[in-house]
């Protein structure tokens, strides 16, 4: 059975930085897209960060040039750099992994006060 487990977030000042990890565990039958999606209240889930099945990365605009994704495959983990954090990335961020099943992480709050 496949798991993702996050880690890392909290609460920080506008202008810090925070680190977001997510390990996968099982068995996992083909080369996975990874990525980041977070949820504000009141509104949807939305895109963050991911890296496409060619290898590639889709930052929302929003982050471009704040965060940044990367992964480790060895340890089958992929991890969100937030960097200039605004309180607008105030969220609950998720892990999600598509491969081919689509699987999400538990959620992490992250929390940006002004």
């Known amino acids: 059975q496949v798991q993702l487990v996050q880690s890392g977030g909290g609460l920080v000042q506008a202008g810090g930085s925070l680190r977001l990890s997510c390990v996968a565990s099982?068995?996992?039958?083909?080369?996975?897209?990874m990525g980041w999606y977070r949820q504000a209240p009141g509104r949807q889930r939305e895109l963050v960060a991911a890296f496409t099945s060619a290898g590639n990365t889709n930052y929302a605009d929003s982050v471009k040039g704040r965060f940044t994704i990367s992964r480790d495959n060895t340890k089958r983990a992929v991890y969100l750099q937030m960097d200039s954090l605004k309180p607008e990335d105030t969220a609950v961020y998720y892990c999600?992994?598509?491969?081919?099943?689509?699987?999400w992480g538990q959620g992490t709050q992250v929390t940006v006060s002004s």
């Open positions: 999600r992994m598509i491969s081919p099943i689509d699987y």
């Open positions: 099982g068995i996992i039958f083909s080369r996975p897209t």
